[in-house]
Every structure is written in C-alpha cells, then in structure tokens.
C-alpha cells in the first residue's frame, strides 16, 4: 500500500506522517507529479493561509497534479479549503473540486471566540469514511473559516452556526477537522480512508 503526502509550503505534514505510522504504514511526502499519481491514496493536508497556499500550488503545477488524480484524495483543514471554489480568505479562487464557498466565520453576540479551535461533535455521518464511527463522536478543530453545509456534505458541525466538517465528490474526500490530532476516532477515520484504496 503506497501513500503519498503532498509536499508543499502548508503546516503540519509532520502530524498525518505519523499518524500514517501509527497505522504501520510508511507514507511518501513528495511534490513529484509522478509518485503522487502512483500512490494508492494521497493526503492533502495543511494549515496556512489560502491566498499565498493556492499561489504556491500554482507556481509549482501541484494544482493541476492535485486535480488529475483519480485514485482517494483526502484533504485536511486549509486543504479541504482549497479544494473548494473560492474562499473568502484574501478573495482567493482556489481548485474547484466541490462547487462550493468557502467563508469566515461571523462573531455572535453568544459565541465571540475564533478560531473554533478544540474538540467538537459531528453530526450526519453518511459514508464509509466513517464507518466505526459514532453520531455525537469528537475530533479535534482549529479554523477561522468554513464551508456551509451542501449536497457533498458526509458529516456536519456546530460552532457559532452549522457547518460542513467533511465532504466527498466521487474519489475526493476532505476533513475540517484534523484526524491525526483527534486520537481513536480520527485513527479509525484515516484508516477508513486508506482501506477505500485496498
């Protein structure tokens, strides 16, 4: 079982490879068009900020690479940011994968505190990527903005308002929370991941 990792200039990496580790694989971090396409199942992982990201991915072709691949592609935090259309996040267009928004989270007169950042619930869970997993289950967040819940939605949260926490358009899957930072659960959610390329 290959997996790769999308080298590029967004935090955290360090985090998914050992995470992948924990499941007794040994993943690939790598920019190379080539040895992303071979992999078995690719993670795109990340925090940052989507502007000087998308530019990055731009300048180097990883854009185009991300969105040719046909194998499972999971993006985490800024990376399923990016796979969406636009982000209102320094007005940037970003990959267009889901046909969607995403938007900075609003202050409310009950709720002041952004980033949400620490363990929320998800709610509506609708495909194999969470299988094992329970309604009400908590990962782990940290995000100053999200994408509303729509037709690509597989799980949802609540933080100031309800949002999307997960997505997947046919070999496309994206978390808003960080699976690798969110113990048994997030455990079981990455290895549902790499078992949909067995």
Not at 32 to 58: I, N, S
Not at 67 to 84: D, E, H
Not at 127 to 152: M, T
Request: with cysteine.
């Amino acid at each position: 079982m290959k997996v790769a990792i999308v080298k590029y200039n967004a935090g955290n990496v360090c985090s998914v490879v050992n995470a992948v580790k924990r499941l007794g694989l040994e993943p690939l971090v790598t920019d190379m068009a080539d040895e992303l396409r071979q992999a078995d199942c690719v993670l795109f992982p990340g925090q940052g900020e989507a502007a000087y990201t998308m530019q990055y991915l731009r300048a180097s072709g990883l854009d185009k690479v991300i969105m040719s691949l046909t194998q499972p592609v999971l993006g985490i935090c800024i990376g399923m940011q990016l796979m969406c259309r636009h982000s209102e996040e320094s007005d940037t267009e970003c990959l267009g994968i889901f046909d969607t928004e995403v938007k900075r989270f609003i202050p409310t007169e009950h709720c002041q505190k952004i980033p949400h950042m620490g363990w929320n619930s998800l709610h509506n869970l609708k495909n194999a990527l969470y299988n094992g997993i329970d309604e009400g289950n908590f990962v782990y967040f940290i995000h100053s903005y999200y994408v509303s819940s729509n037709p690509y939605s597989i799980a949802d949260c609540n933080y100031i308002q309800p949002f999307c926490a997960s997505m997947h358009k046919d070999n496309f899957y994206a978390t808003q929370f960080h699976p690798e930072k969110s113990g048994r659960v997030g455990e079981q959610i990455l290895s549902n991941f790499i078992n949909l390329a067995r």
